[in-house]
């Protein structure tokens, strides 16, 4: 029988993911991603090394399709506070330059030198050693999620789960209080309004979309302020939750 959780998420400190990034400007929308939960609550595995270029999600997410299990994004349930900061990559050293995608420093007994835009580091041995570029900011401003911030998701699972009651969330690990609790199924229905966020590729093929508004996010995009056709869940509430949901992944091939 299936089982349904309404969870609601408190940050603890400010909570950033880089959603959106124009210019120096690295900005976390107004809500959390389904899949960034999956791996915060521990029913995806979180590995200790990824060598930066290998994709997991669709070995992590298959597993918790054969499971049962999923996950709807975590919606803003007030209105949406943030936190605005500054932060810079220079080197502390007491020398360095700004160079073509990359801050020069000079070890210990060496120097550097450039030759028209490309810089090298001597240390009057061996053959110099090119900068590199490195394809990171080195300054900006970054918005976060501030704390106080509550979001609800649900969780939704063929057989009963132990959610933890704190997770670490975001880029910086961030510290979140999370309050679950199960739900009651009163009825199904036929279709309605939903508006709180769902990710529309996820929706079963009975569930057929008529209107809803586009939040163009990675790795996949979000909807809400929708009104579907097709198996629902009537919760305790009076909420509408989709039947059949799962991790659409063939929008990671």
Same mark, same amino acid.
């Given at each position: ?42 029913? $995806? ?17 298959? $597993? ?81 999620? $501030? ?28 510290? $979140? ?77």
């Amino acid at each position: 029988m299936v089982q349904i959780y309404r969870c609601r998420l408190v940050l603890q400190e400010p909570t950033f993911f880089s959603t959106r990034e124009i210019s120096n400007l690295y900005q976390t929308e107004a809500f959390i991603g389904h899949i960034a939960l999956a791996y915060a609550l521990g029913l $995806a595995p979180s590995r200790y090394y990824n060598d930066g270029k290998t994709i997991y999600y669709q070995q992590d997410l298959a $597993a918790l399709n054969q499971a049962g299990v999923y996950l709807t994004p975590a919606t803003i349930t007030d209105a949406a506070k943030f936190s605005l900061g500054q932060f810079n990559a220079q080197a502390e050293s007491y020398w360095f330059a700004m160079g073509n995608n990359a801050i020069i420093t000079a070890p210990e007994g060496t120097w550097a030198e450039r030759n028209s835009s490309t810089w090298y580091i001597h240390d009057g041995v061996s053959t110099p050693k090119k900068v590199r570029v490195e394809n990171r900011p080195q300054f900006g401003r970054i918005r976060a999620l $501030a704390i106080g911030t509550t979001a609800e998701f649900y969780a939704i699972s063929q057989r009963e789960l132990q959610l933890p009651s704190y997770l670490r969330l975001g880029k910086w690990m961030s510290k $979140a209080y999370l309050q679950s609790q199960p739900v009651t199924i009163r009825a199904e229905s036929a279709g309605g309004s939903i508006p709180f966020l769902l990710a529309g590729a996820d929706l079963s093929p009975a569930c057929r979309l008529l209107a809803f508004d586009v939040l163009h996010v990675p790795p996949t995009p979000l909807i809400r302020n929708s009104h579907v056709q097709g198996p629902c869940y009537e919760l305790d509430d009076g909420k509408l939750l989709p039947q059949g949901m799962a991790f659409n992944l063939e929008a990671f091939k």
